[in-house]
């Protein structure tokens, strides 16, 4: 379950887990096995978690940055 979830980290953030990142990891494993390890657990868990939000976050800001435009 903690290596499924790594990958998944790694394919939405678009970059290597690192050991900064290993916290949400275990944080979104003990989630999901509340829940008998739902795939769908896992998922939800990778969306809500800080790297993800945090890479969102800065995607958009640079997005932002680079055309100039403002956040709606």
Known sequence: VSTITEK???????RAV?????????????????DQYR????????????PFLLKSATGQ???LAQTGDTPR
């Open 61 to 63: 800001a640079n997005t």
């Open 8 to 14: 998944l980290l790694t394919y939405a953030l678009g």
């Open 18 to 34: 690192e050991a900064r990142d290993m916290p949400a990891v275990r944080h979104i494993v003990r989630s999901a096995a509340a």
């Open 39 to 50: 795939f769908s657990e896992i998922v939800l868990g990778i969306v809500s978690s800080e």
